[in-house]
């Protein structure tokens, strides 16, 4: 059974701070993304990931896939308080698509 | 809309009722996902969707879990009987076909039961 742990758990920290996100598994992955979820709403793709190594940026998150294709990071500088959400990471594709439980992060302004 | 969307957006019940939950998809995709988020926990998988094809129904918790999807559009996800464990967010989402389309979420429905 592919499995997606995502850490930390959950994670408070001051406007303007640096943080980082994992997600790990054991399982190879063909492409892994990255979603965000605000309270009542749906999750939104930030970023898909296809290539072992790859980095992608959007403007302040800075994303990227293992060499192995079994892990990724989501890096945030000077965090705002409009990035608290909840983080999570799913992997593959389709109705094969695998999520992690997610990484709630609260920036307090 | 442009978005996928779902109804209602909140829903409290007594326990061993019957509800209801609806999703419209974005116009176009012709793939559609159920899933069930509890709070601490990942996306649940529960039913699948795609063109014509008679869906991927491994997801589903229990024989009081049921949806269909009529005219290949909108979608509703029934629970019969409900229980207390049933109470969780369950979202929609849609794609175009193909197992590596991204898939759009709607907002969700949020269910309590008493």
């Known amino acids: 059974t592919q499995l997606l742990e995502q850490s930390p758990q959950f994670l408070s920290i001051q406007e303007g701070e640096n943080l980082t996100v994992y997600c790990n598994s054991s399982s190879v992955f063909s492409s892994l993304q990255w979603y965000r979820q605000e309270p009542g709403e749906g999750p939104v793709l930030l970023v898909t990931v296809v290539t072992g190594g790859e980095v992608k940026k959007l403007k302040r998150l800075t994303f990227q896939f293992g060499d192995a294709r079994k892990d990724s990071s989501l890096h945030i500088t000077a965090a705002q308080p409009g990035d608290t959400g909840l983080y999570l990471c799913?992997?593959?594709?389709?109705?094969?698509?695998?999520f992690g439980a997610g990484t709630r992060l609260f920036v307090k302004a | 809309g442009a978005g996928v969307s779902q109804s209602p957006s909140n829903k409290v019940t007594e326990k061993g009722k019957d509800v209801e939950l609806r999703c419209d998809p974005i116009?176009?995709?012709?793939?559609l996902y159920w899933y069930r988020q509890s709070l601490g926990q990942g996306l649940e998988f529960l039913i699948y969707f795609q063109g014509n094809s008679a869906p991927d129904k491994s997801g589903l918790p229990s024989d009081r879990f049921s949806a269909e999807r009529t005219g290949g559009s909108v979608s509703t996800l029934t629970i019969q009987r409900t229980q207390q464990e049933d109470s969780a967010v369950y979202l929609c989402?849609?794609?175009?076909?193909?197992?590596?389309?991204?898939?759009?979420f709607g907002p969700g429905t949020r269910l309590l039961v008493l």
């Open positions: 989402a849609s794609s175009l076909a193909g197992a590596q389309e991204t898939q759009y």
């Open positions: 799913a992997g593959g594709g389709g109705f094969k698509t695998i």
């Open positions: 116009s176009g995709h012709t793939a």
